[in-house]
């Protein structure tokens, strides 16, 4: 086992991997850029280095910087979380090359399932329905415009390699694909440095439903039960909560199947999630794979009472996935809390938090890097806290968040708090009866906050 693991990130990621870390005896060192000097992982961590500025780019993705603290720290492994170099197969390669182990799968699998393009025909060469599309990365408008004209409008251009929402763009008609070619276009080669794209045909009014997988290096895989993230934002996750309120148990058993297929197929190794579409009449189709931890990852843990994170670090340590996880036990539902301001568009809302008070209780778990008096930086993401509750069904669950986000007090910033509340009143949310185009279809409702 490791004695010693480096965590390439931030926020609280970093916070929730370092307290698995202290769990199993394991030193930790933090990483931290100058506008981060008092985030509580620095705090938490037994170590801590700054490495560069506040900007991403000269510091948490700054390769040589990390690769430094790791040798004079003595770190033996590092640890990436998620977003920055997570999915960054370079990284993972010259952390092999410098033996330093990367907790998470190898550069060839990075590449290989990390590539959209790419893990789409390896999991239609193993059999797993896929949403119509390009056959790989489409290089110019003209491409995608006879691309776009067999497979029919609306379409979707998703950036090749990243995710999160970014360059991401819906077609609905050919006059506008030149247009939102070029922009998705640069907005993925910003966030991932790649500015390759693919095209799917737009599925209208689906489920997002994933499904979490661990593979140890021996060959045996195990899949952990689907979460739901189909409460979206601008393709980004609001809410995710495990089991999803639309699939049957039927359909359950075939997704996961069809993502141990996939990890199989690519000998995967570490955490991973198998991405789906499905549609109103139960079919599903495989959309992407993260080959990393995700941020919705809690829920999981809540119903399957297991630490995603500390099998993560096990794997990677060399041990073997022997047994299955534990049976899924009643509904968990994560709410992801952000520094914005929702009466204004969603503005980021940094500065100074004045007062803060986390709800507690049975079933209530609070993941975040924040504290009394901490001033969020304005150059990161503005996650600042998950609220992540469990109930006996989901029924149980919702009522469980009603109450904890009544306890829930931010003061000194504006955040999303109110604008989940209102979720949690909204009746079709309620009733399960959601897709992904939720928000948008209730946004003036559900931003009327008084």
Not at 391 to 409: L, Q, S, V, Y
Request: with cysteine; aromatic share 8%; charged share 25%.
């Amino acid at each position: 086992m490791f004695k010693k693991i480096l965590i390439a990130n931030r926020g609280e990621i970093a916070v929730r991997i370092i307290r698995t870390c202290k769990e199993m005896g394991i030193k930790t060192v933090a990483v931290y850029s100058e506008a981060d000097r008092d985030s509580l992982h620095t705090y938490l961590a037994d170590e801590a280095v700054c490495i560069g500025p506040p900007q991403s780019g000269n510091s948490y993705l700054k390769i040589p910087n990390i690769l430094s603290a790791a040798a004079i720290t003595g770190a033996e492994a590092i640890h990436p979380g998620y977003g920055f170099l997570a999915e960054n197969a370079e990284f993972s390669e010259i952390c092999e090359e410098s033996n330093i182990k990367f907790i998470g799968p190898s550069p060839d699998s990075i590449r290989k399932m990390g590539d959209k393009s790419f893990a789409k025909e390896t999991m239609k060469s193993v059999g797993v329905p896929v949403v119509p599309g390009s056959d790989g990365v489409v290089k110019d408008v003209k491409t995608a415009k006879e691309v776009a004209s067999q497979i029919g409008y609306p379409v979707m251009l998703k950036a090749s390699a990243g995710g999160g929402g970014k360059g991401m763009r819906i077609v609905w008609e050919e006059k506008e694909i030149e247009k939102m070619f070029q922009t998705a276009s640069s907005e993925a080669e910003a966030a991932f440095g790649v500015p390759d794209l693919y095209i799917e045909k737009f599925i209208e009014n689906p489920h997002h439903v994933e499904i979490q997988i661990m593979s140890d290096r021996y060959g045996n895989a195990f899949h952990y039960g689907e979460r739901d993230c189909s409460i979206q934002r601008r393709h980004q996750k609001l809410i995710e909560e495990s089991p999803s309120p639309l699939i049957t148990p039927e359909v359950r058993q075939k997704m996961c199947e069809a993502a141990l297929l996939g990890v199989k197929a690519v000998n995967y190794e570490g955490a991973g999630t198998i991405e789906f579409l499905v549609d109103k009449y139960l079919n599903f189709y495989f959309i992407e794979m993260n080959t990393r931890i995700q941020v919705e990852h809690p829920v999981t843990e809540m119903v399957r009472n297991t630490d995603l994170i500390k099998q993560q670090i096990l794997v990677a340590a060399g041990e073997r996935l022997d047994s299955p996880p534990l049976e899924p036990r009643g509904h968990s539902i994560e709410f992801r809390i952000n520094a914005e301001d929702p009466e204004h568009n969603f503005r980021p809302s940094p500065g100074k938090i004045e007062y803060l008070h986390f709800p507690g209780g049975f079933g209530v778990r609070i993941d975040s890097h924040v504290y009394n008096q901490y001033v969020i930086p304005p150059y990161y993401d503005s996650l600042i806290a998950k609220l992540i509750v469990w109930g006996t069904d989901r029924k149980h669950a919702i009522a469980r968040a009603r109450r904890a986000f009544e306890e829930f007090a931010v003061e000194g910033i504006k955040t999303t708090i109110p604008f989940h509340q209102k979720i949690l009143e909204n009746d079709d949310f309620v009733n399960g009866n959601f897709d992904t185009s939720f928000i948008d279809k209730n946004l003036n409702k559900l931003m009327r906050m008084s």
